[in-house]
């Protein structure tokens, strides 16, 4: 399984990005896709998640701000991030639990490879 995540880049404050993630792989099932941010210095956090049953969860940071949302067919996970602030910037990363074909019942957490958000005039 793999996740390719696209989409950041330099945006002054107040504007808006998209960033996609798709799985590609032996997917039996994804459980939940989300997105996670890091910025040098701190841990990774939780930005949002949603569940195969469109669930969603927002960090209090993001709230009102960004949205999360999916394409099932094609196994993608979107962010849609407005009013964007200097504290936005981070590595962001997206995670997918995901079951298999080679084994269905053992959901597994993956990683994509993060992709950068600075936010600066």
């Known amino acids: 399984v793999q996740l390719q995540a696209s989409g950041g880049g330099l945006v002054q404050p107040g504007g808006s990005l998209t960033l996609s993630c798709a799985a590609s792989?032996?997917?039996?099932?994804?459980?939940?896709m989300g997105w996670y941010r890091q910025a040098p210095g701190n841990p990774r956090d939780m930005v949002a998640v949603?569940?195969?049953?469109?669930?969603?969860n927002y960090a209090d940071s993001v709230k009102g701000r960004v949205t999360i949302s999916t394409n099932n067919t094609k196994n993608t996970v979107y962010l849609q991030m407005n009013s964007l602030r200097p504290e936005d910037t981070a590595v962001y990363y997206c995670?997918?639990?995901?079951?298999?074909?080679?084994?269905?019942?053992?959901?597994?957490?993956?990683w994509g490879q993060g992709t950068q958000v600075t936010v600066s005039s």
């Open positions: 995670n997918a639990r995901i079951a298999t074909t080679q084994a269905k019942y053992a959901i597994l957490s993956y």
């Open positions: 792989g032996s997917i039996f099932s994804i459980n939940a």
């Open positions: 949603i569940t195969s049953g469109r669930s969603t």
